[in-house]
């Protein structure tokens, strides 16, 4: 998700955290204007003391990744991001060994991605990150409201209305790929329908513009994201359950990580965020316009006892605990 700052000590760190409401993951998935181009960097992973993360530019991901950079870094320890990855090239980097963890492991959307790689034993499932998130195909409120759909077999009924289009976001991502997959396979009569992948800013601008012209659109959601409240955003029943959803994000890591580097692994596994606090990232983000880096930095300076608990049986590089390390 952005550029990787300069770490700096405690005292240094933003105190303010905008306090924003709601919801949650993602919105933007948009990145800062300093992102790279992912495998671009030298960095690469299989060092030791060291953990090379990976992201895609979706906004409660890379403040995540921010945090734990800036809090790794501060107790000795190199940290870096590979941004705006896929999905599949992420879990491709996991399999080799060129990207070592991953905290954005949506399942069971991603089980399609990961899942051999996971039964194989190339990846790792260190922990449960993120509980409580909804993803899947959603309208605003109102249109359901107005139209009474609440299930995807309601669709078809108003395919003139919808314009037969399904926006998602950015191509080649698991949650557009199971969509098309239900177009292809003419699920609740959608054969003649149309997936618009775009990207998530295009995706969520379009359901603003067509929300102000009173035009019903059909989008692939999730939660936590400022986009529920906003929208009053209604995630459409699957009772033929061609959809994957997901009920977790988990933090996964390549195989072998956790011998070579146990401290920056029990971390990683250590870390929990709520749906709340990954949805103010995206408010912060979105709506205020804070730095990525910023958010993170304030966050950590907010919250000293969370970042006790992430620090909890893990040693700083040079052998001490690493919560009285961070904490002087």
């Given amino acids: 998700m952005n550029h990787r700052p300069t770490p700096t000590r405690r005292g240094a760190r933003l105190a303010v955290l905008a306090t924003l409401g709601l919801s949650a993951v993602l919105t ?9 181009d992912g495998f671009a960097s030298s960095s690469s992973g299989g060092g030791t003391d060291s953990v090379v993360l990976a992201e895609q530019p979706w906004v409660d991901l890379q403040v995540e990744n921010e945090i734990a950079v800036q809090v790794l870094e501060e107790i000795g320890y190199d940290a870096s991001i590979k941004k705006n990855l896929s999905v599949e090239n992420a879990a491709s980097a996991l399999g080799t060994g060129d990207i070592d963890a991953y ?16 039964d194989g034993g190339d990846v790792d499932v260190v922990s449960t ?22 299930s995807l077999a309601d669709l078809d009924e108003h395919a003139d209305e919808f314009g037969r289009k399904i926006y998602g976001i950015e191509a080649g991502s698991p949650g557009n790929e199971t969509i ?3 177009i292809d396979a003419d699920a609740y009569g959608l054969g003649d329908w149309e997936l618009v992948a775009s990207g998530t800013p295009a995706m969520l601008a379009q359901v603003s513009k067509s929300q102000k012209a009173g035009e019903p659109i059909v989008f692939l959601a999730w939660s936590p994201h400022w986009m529920t409240v906003e929208f009053g955003t209604v995630f459409l029943e699957d009772p033929e359950e ?24 029990e971390f990683l596994g250590n870390l929990t965020f709520t749906t709340d606090q990954a949805g103010e990232f995206y ?5 205020d316009g804070e730095e990525l880096s910023d958010i993170a ?3 950590i300076e907010a919250n000293p006892d969370i970042v006790a608990s992430f620090l909890e049986g893990v040693d700083d590089a040079e052998g001490e605990p690493a919560a009285e390390a961070f904490a002087s």
């Fill in 28 to 36: 933007g998935c948009a990145a800062d204007s300093d992102t790279d």
């Fill in 283 to 287: 408010y912060a983000h979105d709506k």
């Fill in 297 to 299: 930095a304030a966050w």
């Fill in 242 to 265: 061609v959809w994957g959803g997901a009920g977790e994000i988990r933090t996964v890591t390549r195989a072998g990580f956790a011998d070579e580097n146990p401290e920056i692994n």
């Fill in 103 to 118: 905290l954005g492991n949506w399942w069971p959307s991603q089980e399609p991605t990961f899942g051999e790689l996971i």
């Fill in 129 to 150: 990150i993120v509980t409580g998130t909804e993803y899947a195909p959603a309208v605003p409120g109102d249109v359901a409201e107005e139209l009474g759909v609440k």
């Fill in 180 to 182: 098309q997959a239900a």
